[in-house]
């Protein structure tokens, strides 16, 4: 069995001394066979170069509540006074190379010299278009802001960030962020990977956001499965005030439903957790899977409007450079 170069631990009910697993749960792992026969039989949508973003220019800090997207995965949660960024990406491209890989076709919604201070990054994952080095250099020089992340992760970081400030934790373990703010991560249905042997090396992790302007869960990259760890979450932490769920990079579903979620699994996730809002994340910027770049957004418009007792208001596809209050 292969060492795993980032963690070193004991076995658990989703690590098996060697890579971390979803338990119960699909298999995500794909073939190369399989990779093969999704760009044979599929054709992908053709997405435009560049869609006109107006960055927002947000205030060093909020009392209440408010979430701005800045792209895919990244978004600028203020709360209580506190600045929180999740999954931050300013680079061009989602790739370990800087002339190839999926290119940004939405400029980030908030430049990088107009963040305010950055208080805490949480990561999700691993993968290029969550965890981008370049990016977090730059915040540990301007900001040096607390990044959490889950198992394994910290390795990568303290790699490429000399002098980064790292918690790392396992599903439902809870890291303290100061000013009376704290994140627990969550259990979601993911992988993780950065080259071509380090295949579910380092764990993976939605974050929930305990503040004194309200309660906020990331739910970071996760397909649906039978959808027992939403219903978990809502045992474990009650329903989110607003939830920030993926409803795009989904498509073909035979290659993709383990991993990422599709709009109408999405709208059931926001079901399960009985979240008061939410905003739709992880579409529009870096074209990953087949589908067109609207897609997400009609698709969650039809799955709201087939959900009983959820209004169109209540859950939203986030634009970059749009700002929400809660």
């Known amino acids: 069995m292969p060492n795993n170069r980032y963690y070193s631990g004991p076995p658990s009910d989703h690590f098996d001394g060697t890579r971390f697993f979803n338990p119960g749960e699909p298999d995500t792992d794909r073939s190369l066979l399989e990779v ?48 929180i960024l999740t999954d931050p990406v300013w680079s061009d491209r989602a790739s370990p190379l800087s002339f190839a890989g999926p290119k940004r076709v939405t400029a980030p919604g908030i430049a990088f010299e107009d963040l305010p ?134 498509a073909p579903r035979w290659f993709m439903a383990a991993q990422h979620v599709d709009p109408a699994e999405a709208v059931r996730i926001f079901a399960d957790v009985g979240a008061g809002r939410a905003l739709g994340i992880h579409w529009g910027t870096f074209q990953l899977t087949d589908e067109a770049r609207e897609e997400p957004v009609e698709g969650l418009a039809t799955a709201l409007a087939a959900a009983a007792g959820i209004e169109a208001s209540r859950f939203v596809a986030a634009d970059p450079g749009s700002t929400y209050d809660f």
Not at 197 to 212: E, K, Q, S, V, Y
Request: charged share 20%; aromatic share 8%; net charge positive.
């Open 36 to 83: 093969l026969r999704w760009k044979w039989t599929s054709r992908a949508a053709t997405w435009p170069k560049v869609m006109p973003v107006t960055p927002a220019r947000p205030e060093p800090r909020v009392a209440g509540l408010r979430v701005a997207m800045v792209g895919h995965a990244t978004l600028l949660i203020q709360a209580a006074g506190s600045n």
């Open 117 to 250: 201070p950055i208080d805490a990054v949480l990561l999700s994952h691993g993968h290029y278009d969550h965890l981008d080095v370049a990016t977090l250099r730059r915040l540990q020089a301007a900001h040096d802001p607390l990044m959490v992340m889950p198992l394994g992760n910290d390795a990568i970081v303290r790699g490429a960030v000399p002098g980064a400030r790292i918690e790392v934790g396992d599903w439902h373990d809870r890291v303290a962020l100061g000013s009376g703010l704290s994140t627990t991560l969550t259990r979601a249905n993911h992988w993780s990977a950065r080259g071509v042997n380090d295949r579910r090396m380092a764990l993976w992790a939605g974050f929930w956001l305990d503040t004194p302007a309200g309660s906020v869960w990331f739910a970071g990259d996760t397909g649906y499965g039978d959808g027992a760890i939403f219903r978990d979450i809502r045992a474990r932490h009650g329903s989110p005030d607003v939830a920030l769920i993926p409803i795009g990079a989904y």
